[in-house]
């Protein structure tokens, strides 16, 4: 079946260091998404990429969507404690139909100061 | 304010017994989902429904039972069949209008121990 995968699983950085995570899918995705989740707290929408190579900035995030639809990245510029939590990517499962997600396994980051 | 409430936010149980998660949106979204989270683990979906009185099963149905009667709402029963139910549950919602599959909305979550 269809997977999505997140590398690296766990991330540690000094506070104003830069953190990527990347995500890969073993098919083609109509469009990525990604979710940050805070410790505790329940997953939150950040962003959607439907263009191949199409790239997107929120303040000192930047997402990427990869040229054959199949990777994307999260970079984040200089983190901040506030940017502690678990960013998962997630795209709509494509075989068996459905208006549904799947989400791939999270990169946890912490940040210490 | 519009959103998705979950309750309980904590539940304990005994093995053995059946016990009901609640979810409710007042966003008007014709999709409801429940997702699993064990620590540390991703996301994975049990069932998911897209409009009244239909729903599908998703990647771990086993030991789990919804219904759809009203599009506001989509409880999750946990049945004694489920062989490790303790972990935190995520109800979302997504409207189907926009002709893809866009955002979800999610709940506060409930978080169920079995004792």
């Known amino acids: 079946g269809q997977q999505v995968m997140q590398i690296p699983q766990y991330q540690h950085v000094q506070e104003g260091e830069d953190f990527t995570t990347y995500c890969n899918s073993s098919t083609t995705l109509s469009n990525i998404q990604w979710y940050k989740q805070r410790p505790g707290g329940h997953p939150v929408f950040l962003i959607q990429l439907v263009k191949s190579g199409e790239v997107k900035k929120q303040k000192r995030l930047t997402f990427q969507f990869g040229e054959a639809k199949k990777n994307s990245s999260l970079h984040i510029t200089a983190t901040q404690t506030t940017d502690v939590g678990t960013y998962f990517c997630?795209?709509?499962?494509?075989?068996?139909?459905?208006?549904?997600?799947?989400f791939g396994t999270g990169t946890q980051l912490k940040v210490e100061l | 304010d519009g959103g998705i409430t979950q309750s309980p936010k904590y539940l304990f149980r005994k093995e053995g017994q059946n016990v009901t998660l609640s979810c409710e949106q007042n966003?008007?979204?014709?999709?409801m989902y429940w997702y699993r989270q064990d620590p540390g683990q991703g996301l994975r979906l049990i069932y998911y429904?897209?409009?009244?009185?239909?729903?599908q099963k998703g990647d771990i149905a086993e030991g789990y039972s919804v219904s759809r009667e009203k599009k506001e709402s989509f409880p999750l029963t946990v049945t004694s069949a489920q062989k490790n139910p303790t972990a935190f549950y995520l109800c979302a919602s997504m409207t189907l209008d926009r002709g893809f599959v866009g955002e979800l909305f999610f709940g506060e979550g409930s978080r169920l121990t079995v004792l």
């Open positions: 429904s897209q409009i009244v009185n239909d729903f």
């Open positions: 966003l008007n979204h014709d999709a």
């Open positions: 997630a795209g709509p499962l494509v075989t068996g139909g459905g208006n549904k997600l799947t």
